[in-house]
């Protein structure tokens, strides 16, 4: 018996290795809890590694080995646990890819900043707005600037389908690390669907980064640096903020306001709201967008997707961008962020980075793994840069690099106007 039950849990250990590297995509029923379980296995691995080799020590130890379905059950693990230490280290590659990536702007001062203490301020109002106050968290430097010198800021931007999620949950290691550094990051919550209706959300956090504005000198802030993050419906956010800075569609009440950033890193975003290249299934559409988000349906007003899509707001003015994305994503396809990065870098005055992780799931940042630390350097490695650049007044017009990309996969390689950005 002991030597059956460790053969069904090899199979069943085995059986989340290979969801983890082919997680189910299309699947109604099995779509969200192959999500779940990939996730879990790809961005825990480490746990799973250790727990596996104790239990099977605990069934080694109990003599499960005495028959030979015991050894079967033995090699089936051993052939798992090889499979987990691919993905360990395609977590782990995640650095020198982000390295390649940016090489263009190489900088190795960019880390030698101490690291100081910080600070965190909860539940700070920003809006008030249908009946409810919308709230925001500060990270920040415990020790103030030095004299005569401001912070460059960064809103964070969770996501959670339109639907879900709060500021506590995600973008925490990304903002703990960048506020060790001398960053002051802001994660804002805003009103979720059905309750809200598209474009609330947008609204909403126009309003937030107006509010850091006003209230820059109270935190050290420079108001004319800041950057924009966010993941999954947070990095949709974050990248219709950056394409559409001063918008006054989206700015009543806060007309004159200053909307605008100096940088922007969507993370595995969305950034298709009409499945034009049917890379979402059906349901994505007419389960969440038409009656929960947007309130409308895509046959009768199909314009006002294609306006709440970044893909269709790209345009020459935009910040520099920093694109983030894994190649596992089964909530957010690969394929729409290299098509978003692609068309934004053909027009784009500014450099498009994009950054494809291999072996990543959606929302991998959420859990400080691996992966996600070596991100989260990237990610500061490119807003310092664009903050010296800011700081010495050089236009940002420097090329992306040739990127090996996976089959299918298009390569950003420069802003369009490569005559101007040589000079």
Same mark, same amino acid.
């Given at each position: 018996? %002991?030597?059956? %039950?460790?053969?069904?849990?090899? !199979? ?43 239990? #099977? ?6 003599? &499960? ?12 693990? !051993?052939? +798992? ?27 190795? $001062? ?7 203490? %910080? ?10 707005? #249908? ?21 460059? #800021? ?78 999954? #419906? ?24 200053? $909307? ?16 034009? +290249? ?20 895509? &046959? ?19 910040? *520099? ?38 072996? &990543? ?6 859990? $400080? ?8 350097? &990237? ?18 017009? !420097? ?6 990309? *996976? ?17």
């Amino acid at each position: 018996m %002991i030597s059956w %039950i460790f053969l069904a849990l090899s !199979v069943v250990v085995s059986l989340f290795t290979l969801n983890a590297y082919v997680p189910v995509r299309r699947n109604k029923l099995l779509f969200l809890p192959s999500f779940f379980a990939s996730w879990l296995t790809i961005e825990l691995v480490w746990w799973h590694l250790i727990w596996e080799v104790a239990a #099977a020590g605990m069934f080694i130890w109990l003599d &499960a080995l005495d028959r030979p379905v015991g050894w079967i059950a033995l090699g089936l693990l !051993v052939i +798992n646990w090889l499979a987990l230490l691919r993905i360990l280290l395609s977590g782990r590659a995640a650095r020198l890819l982000a390295d390649k990536v940016l090489e263009p702007i190489a900088d190795e $001062t960019y880390d030698l900043v101490h690291r100081g203490k %910080i600070s965190r301020d909860k539940d700070i109002g920003f809006r008030r707005v #249908a009946g409810r106050t919308l709230r925001l968290d500060v990270f920040r430097p415990s020790a103030p600037p030095p004299p005569g010198t401001r912070r460059p #800021a960064v809103l964070q931007i969770h996501g959670g389908g339109w639907v879900i999620g709060d500021k506590r949950e995600q973008g925490i290691p990304l903002l703990k690390h960048l506020a060790s550094r001398g960053w002051v990051g802001f994660n804002a919550n805003y009103r979720l669907s059905p309750g809200a209706t598209w474009p609330d959300p947008l609204v909403d956090l126009k309003h937030a980064v107006a509010w850091i504005r006003e209230h820059a000198d109270e935190y050290d802030v420079d108001r004319d640096f800041i950057a924009v993050t966010g993941g999954s #419906a947070g990095g949709h956010l974050a990248a219709m903020m950056a394409l559409t800075e001063n918008d006054l569609e989206y700015q009543a009440g806060i007309e004159d306001a200053d $909307t605008s950033f100096q940088a922007a890193v969507p993370f595995y975003g969305v950034y298709d709201f009409t499945n034009r +290249n049917d890379t979402m299934p059906d349901e994505f559409i007419s389960w969440v967008l038409e009656p929960i988000v947007m309130k409308r349906f895509i &046959a009768d007003e199909p314009d006002e997707f294609a306006k709440a899509s970044p893909i269709d707001r790209v345009h020459p003015d935009v910040p *520099p961008f920093f694109v983030i994305h894994g190649d596992r994503d089964t909530l957010a396809p690969v394929e729409d962020a290299r098509e978003f990065a692609r068309k934004l870098g053909e027009v784009s005055k500014a450099p498009v980075f994009y950054l494809e992780l291999h072996g &990543a799931q959606h929302a991998f940042d959420v859990f $400080t793994s691996i992966r996600t630390r070596r991100v989260v350097k &990237a990610v500061h490695r490119f807003l310092a840069v664009q903050h010296a650049r800011y700081l010495q007044g050089i236009p940002e017009q !420097v090329a992306a690099p040739e990127v090996e990309m *996976p089959e299918g996969a298009v390569r950003v390689d420069e802003p369009a106007d490569v005559e101007r950005a040589a000079s």
